[in-house]
């Protein structure tokens, strides 16, 4: 397991957001995490990036514990993450907006960048190349000199996950990465987080809502109510789950007939 969480708790006054969840993620592995909105989802992601600090349980990382750290911290660990709004620097272009993922693994002092040394320009250089590198991995070739603000919104999206790359993690969690997006861009998002993980070796975590995506992708889901967890499995499972296909994916939706539910 890659990462290990135990019986995790958060509470917010007198709503328990996050109640006793245990969940395992194995290395190499994609997985996703669904439930309906206010199931605690974002706020369990919020937990394991240091965001939020748990009122109980233990969260850990390729053998160590997160609990604790600051969220530039649990990034430098490892950890790399999307949001379910999209957070880019709307008058960079897209290459400045993917170099700035990289600032958790720079190594370079501030007499260093004010003078603007030989040092300075050689690591100016390397996270140019980098950058422009996932540029092209992400899908956004040519579009490096462009704003960020002027791009149809599945390309930010693209941004936003190219950024996170940027910091070499080892797990990427991702907080509904096709929302919003067509049919097209939903398949094409799907082939890139399939190559994060092939050709990246990057161990993937999806929140979503749409099913085709979960269905399609994911190798173990498990599934949030009120902040807790009642289901965990292979697709499979979690298709013949009468629990599951009651109060989340409804009988027509896991029947083939609705692809999309709000209660993911």
């Given at each position: ?129 980098k950058a422009s590198m ?62 994060i993980r092939d050709e ?41 789950n009468p629990r599951v ?20």
């Open positions: 397991m890659l990462l290990k969480v135990n019986n995790l708790v958060k509470s917010f006054g007198g709503i328990r957001a996050v109640r006793d969840v245990t969940i395992g993620i194995s290395e190499g592995s994609i997985s996703s995490i669904i439930g309906p909105n206010g199931a605690g989802k974002t706020t369990f992601f919020n937990l394991l990036t240091g965001i939020y600090k748990p009122d109980q349980g233990s969260i850990d990382f390729n053998g160590r514990s997160l609990i604790g750290l600051r969220p530039d911290q649990v990034n430098k660990a490892g950890i790399a993450r999307t949001f379910q709004s999209i957070r880019l620097f709307g008058n960079m272009t897209v290459l400045e907006n993917i170099m700035v993922g990289t600032h958790s693994r720079l190594h370079i002092s501030l007499p260093h960048t004010l003078l603007r040394t030989r040092r300075f320009k050689e690591q100016e250089r390397l996270v140019q190349e996932l540029l092209k991995f992400a899908g956004l070739s040519g579009k490096g000199d462009e704003l960020s603000k002027n791009l149809p919104y599945g390309d930010q999206r693209r941004i936003e996950i190219a950024r996170a790359l940027a910091s070499d993690p080892k797990l990427i969690l991702l907080d509904e990465p096709t929302a919003g997006m067509n049919p097209q861009e939903s398949a094409e998002a799907m082939s890139l987080f399939r190559k990246l070796g990057i161990t993937v975590v999806l929140i979503e809502h749409d099913m085709r995506v979960v269905m399609g992708i994911s190798e173990h889901i498990d599934v949030l109510d009120y902040g807790q967890k009642i289901a965990e499995g292979t697709p499979e499972e979690i298709r013949a296909v009651e109060a989340y994916l409804g009988r027509r939706a896991m029947g083939g007939g609705a692809n999309n539910d709000s209660a993911a």
